[in-house]
């Protein structure tokens, strides 16, 4: 990694062994990833401020953990089901050295006109969408307004699956180390896997293709999607909007199965009915707001796992009391391959 993108999550890495450090050895003009310096007083702080960072993973109540364990161990994976948040919690918050792209952002329309037309929508509704003080209804309101001017963008400026594939070609995106043998371990155990995302699932599907190249029977994208003309050209979205304030399984019946679009033959194993009858979950998020993706689901027992992958020291308070599980520092899946392994150690269970 060069030092002109020397990030947060690296300073943050070295904690643990830092008395062997001497700082001052450090160059003060260590850049962030948006390339702005940081200054030696930064870096020290960065260092030494950080309370948790000399461990990779924070869990609020281990008893009641346990307890949350064994009552889905007992149910068997039948009436278990996966719900993962897509950017940043499936894939990577920074990816070589620098922050990652995500599945909406990386999107690059062949006119760069509409490009700068979205980034301006983007300036002017994101700040709302985190604002504490706008009431729910309002914002919800907001957010539809905002996604649909860019859906709309994306029709007028003429976008086609050819600029899809070579924006994901070109992107700063990657997996987590671990998301195959995930995906792997539940497919083998017929435990469905529904990725939950406000951004565009042909895009999420152009991902996964590119980056993982291969299906799996049990991955359900509920997002999202697009229809296309047979040159390829963007005509319409279909179904139900599904924006940040509702992505959850209220939306899930609008979703399409992977497999379908990537040309495998085998049948999915999934379908919304069934999915609503299993009633143990295991929910994976990057945002307090995720932990609204299982509403609409009467759950009986649910293990939350946060991936808290930066700002840990003014964050980490909320994703403790909001998961059973926080991972720190943009950590990889294996922790979570570990957890199902100890919920179903062999696929006959």
Same mark, same amino acid.
């Given at each position: 990694m060069s030092l002109s993108c020397f990030c947060l999550h690296t300073i943050l890495n070295i904690r643990y062994i830092s008395h062997h450090l001497n700082l001052s050895h450090f160059n003060s003009?260590?850049?962030? *990833?948006?390339?702005?310096?940081? %200054?030696?007083?930064?870096?020290?702080?960065?260092?030494? /401020?950080?309370? *948790? *960072?000399? %461990?990779?993973?924070?869990?609020?109540?281990p008893k009641l953990l346990n307890q949350k364990k064994t009552a889905i161990r007992l149910a068997g994976p039948s009436k278990f089901q996966v719900?993962?948040?897509?950017?940043? !919690?499936?894939?990577?918050?920074?990816? $070589? /050295? *620098? @922050?990652?792209?995500?599945?909406?952002?990386?999107?690059?329309?062949?006119?760069?006109?509409?490009?700068?037309?979205?980034?301006?929508? #983007?300036?002017?509704?994101?700040?709302?969408? #985190?604002?504490?003080?706008?009431?729910?209804?309002?914002k919800t309101k907001l957010m539809e307004e905002w996604w649909g001017k860019t859906h709309g963008l994306l029709i007028e400026g003429g976008l086609t699956y050819d600029a899809i594939r070579n924006s994901v070609a070109g992107a700063l995106i990657a997996f987590r180390e671990g998301v195959v043998e995930f995906f792997e371990f539940?497919?083998?155990?017929?435990?469905?896997?529904?990725?939950?995302?406000? =951004?565009?699932? $042909?895009?999420?599907?152009?991902?996964?293709?590119q980056k993982l190249h291969r299906t799996f029977?049990?991955? @359900?994208?509920?997002?999202?999607?697009?229809? #296309?003309?047979?040159? /390829? &050209?963007?005509i319409s979205f279909t179904g139900k909007l599904i924006h940040s304030l509702n992505k959850n399984e209220h939306a899930l019946d609008m979703a399409a199965s992977l497999h379908d679009h990537l040309g495998e033959e085998n049948g999915c194993m999934i379908d919304s009915d069934s999915v609503k009858k299993r009633t143990n979950?295991?929910?994976?998020?990057?945002?307090? =707001?995720?932990?609204?993706?299982?509403?609409?689901?009467?759950?009986e !027992?649910?293990?939350?796992? /946060? #991936?808290?992958?930066?700002?840990?020291? &003014? %964050?980490?308070?909320?994703?403790? @009391?909001?998961?059973d599980i926080v991972y720190l520092d943009d950590a990889p899946m294996s922790g979570v391959v570990k957890l199902v392994s100890e919920l179903f150690p062999s696929a006959s269970d």
């Amino acid at each position: 990694m060069s030092l002109s993108c020397f990030c947060l999550h690296t300073i943050l890495n070295i904690r643990y062994i830092s008395h062997h450090l001497n700082l001052s050895h450090f160059n003060s003009r260590v850049r962030s *990833c948006s390339g702005r310096n940081m %200054s030696q007083a930064e870096i020290t702080k960065m260092v030494n /401020g950080s309370k *948790c *960072c000399s %461990s990779k993973v924070v869990i609020n109540d281990p008893k009641l953990l346990n307890q949350k364990k064994t009552a889905i161990r007992l149910a068997g994976p039948s009436k278990f089901q996966v719900i993962a948040d897509f950017d940043n !919690t499936l894939t990577k918050y920074w990816v $070589d /050295g *620098c @922050k990652g792209n995500s599945s909406h952002a990386l999107l690059q329309q062949e006119n760069p006109e509409y490009n700068a037309k979205r980034d301006e929508l #983007f300036n002017y509704y994101h700040p709302i969408e #985190f604002d504490p003080e706008i009431p729910i209804d309002e914002k919800t309101k907001l957010m539809e307004e905002w996604w649909g001017k860019t859906h709309g963008l994306l029709i007028e400026g003429g976008l086609t699956y050819d600029a899809i594939r070579n924006s994901v070609a070109g992107a700063l995106i990657a997996f987590r180390e671990g998301v195959v043998e995930f995906f792997e371990f539940l497919e083998e155990r017929d435990v469905p896997v529904l990725i939950f995302s406000a =951004g565009l699932a $042909d895009i999420i599907e152009e991902v996964l293709r590119q980056k993982l190249h291969r299906t799996f029977k049990n991955v @359900k994208i509920v997002s999202n999607r697009m229809k #296309f003309d047979q040159d /390829g &050209n963007l005509i319409s979205f279909t179904g139900k909007l599904i924006h940040s304030l509702n992505k959850n399984e209220h939306a899930l019946d609008m979703a399409a199965s992977l497999h379908d679009h990537l040309g495998e033959e085998n049948g999915c194993m999934i379908d919304s009915d069934s999915v609503k009858k299993r009633t143990n979950v295991l929910l994976l998020g990057d945002h307090m =707001g995720d932990l609204r993706m299982s509403d609409g689901l009467n759950y009986e !027992t649910r293990i939350s796992v /946060g #991936f808290l992958n930066h700002n840990v020291e &003014n %964050s980490l308070d909320n994703y403790r @009391k909001g998961y059973d599980i926080v991972y720190l520092d943009d950590a990889p899946m294996s922790g979570v391959v570990k957890l199902v392994s100890e919920l179903f150690p062999s696929a006959s269970d």
